[in-house]
């Protein structure tokens, strides 16, 4: 049902000059889905990363998220997602409360739901003992806790999530994904990038992108079927790098 998609893309492009970054994308992303985007460096993942969280404008096509079109809704997209980079958007000179209050009134949230929010976010990760601490006195695993709960704090019907396990141990991973289960289960939709593709299988459907295309999209037992693979990793390998398959 139309109602249950968050994310619905026709035929996108985006071109800088000659270049052509997207080349008629089209996928639809539901309600409480965990949706695994691919595609080794260049394939034009980020580009159109930037399209659906309202910070780049289509040339051509239709792309929805969130009920707001980007081509000329962005700012109505922004305040109804969440994002999350590799780099964890947090200010390493800030104490974690300081962040919290900060990113509350960036998404225009009254202070009297800051407050309170704050203090639900300090009790559910056991931050209490850090509230005060300076952010980049913490370490990267628990960093990256909190940045994604700071992502979800205006309560977005979605939440970007741009290769954000990057340079973690395999047990903050796991942690991390039962995070992003969590969140996926309230209805929350998780639009997720990563460079491991044992997380790719975690994901309920990955689209995976080669040369500005999107070449395969599905479920990862799916795909593994269909590409007589093990593991989504030799998916990857066959449909983003031919060339590293060994005859």
Same mark, same amino acid.
């Given at each position: 049902?139309?109602?249950? &998609?968050?994310?619905?893309?026709? *035929?996108?492009?985006?071109?800088?000059?000659?270049?052509?970054?997207?080349? +008629?994308?089209?996928?639809?992303?539901? #309600?409480?889905?965990?949706?695994?985007?691919?595609?080794? +460096?260049?394939?034009?993942?980020?580009?159109?990363?930037?399209?659906?969280?309202?910070?780049?404008?289509?040339?051509?096509?239709? /792309?929805? /998220?969130?009920?707001?079109?980007?081509?000329?809704?962005?700012?109505?997209?922004?305040?109804?997602?969440? $994002?999350?980079?590799?780099?964890?958007?947090? $200010?390493?000179?800030?104490?974690?409360?300081? +962040?919290?209050?900060? $990113?509350?009134?960036?998404?225009?949230?009254?202070?009297?739901?800051?407050?309170?929010?704050?203090?639900?976010?300090?009790?559910?990760? *056991?931050?209490?003992?850090?509230?005060?601490?300076?952010?980049?006195?913490?370490?990267?695993?628990? #960093?990256?806790?909190?940045?994604?709960? /700071?992502?979800?704090?205006?309560?977005?019907?979605?939440?970007?999530?741009?290769?954000?396990?990057?340079?973690?141990?395999?047990?903050?991973?796991?942690?991390?994904?039962?995070?992003?289960?969590?969140?996926?289960?309230?209805?929350?939709? /998780?639009?997720?990038?990563?460079?491991?593709?044992?997380?790719?299988? $975690?994901?309920?459907?990955?689209?995976?992108?080669?040369?500005?295309?999107?070449?395969?999209?599905?479920?990862?037992?799916?795909? &593994?079927?269909?590409?007589?693979?093990?593991?989504?990793?030799?998916?990857?390998?066959?449909?983003?790098?031919?060339? #590293?398959?060994?005859?």
């Amino acid at each position: 049902m139309m109602e249950d &998609k968050v994310i619905i893309v026709r *035929n996108l492009v985006k071109k800088f000059g000659s270049f052509v970054a997207n080349d +008629n994308l089209s996928f639809d992303v539901n #309600r409480g889905e965990i949706f695994g985007f691919l595609g080794a +460096n260049g394939a034009g993942k980020t580009t159109a990363i930037r399209i659906l969280s309202g910070l780049s404008r289509p040339t051509s096509g239709e /792309v929805m /998220v969130a009920g707001y079109d980007a081509g000329k809704e962005p700012e109505m997209i922004k305040r109804n997602i969440g $994002y999350m980079s590799q780099k964890f958007s947090l $200010y390493e000179d800030l104490t974690v409360k300081e +962040n919290i209050m900060l $990113y509350g009134g960036i998404y225009g949230m009254k202070l009297a739901i800051i407050k309170q929010r704050t203090e639900e976010l300090l009790e559910r990760l *056991n931050f209490r003992d850090y509230a005060n601490r300076i952010i980049s006195d913490l370490p990267l695993g628990l #960093r990256q806790k909190l940045a994604f709960s /700071v992502a979800l704090l205006h309560e977005p019907r979605i939440v970007f999530l741009d290769e954000p396990t990057g340079g973690v141990d395999p047990i903050t991973r796991r942690q991390f994904w039962e995070m992003i289960y969590e969140t996926a289960a309230g209805g929350i939709t /998780v639009f997720v990038t990563t460079h491991y593709m044992d997380e790719a299988e $975690y994901c309920d459907r990955i689209s995976i992108m080669n040369d500005g295309k999107i070449v395969a999209l599905d479920t990862p037992e799916n795909l &593994k079927q269909k590409y007589k693979a093990s593991t989504v990793e030799e998916v990857f390998i066959k449909i983003a790098r031919p060339d #590293r398959i060994q005859s």
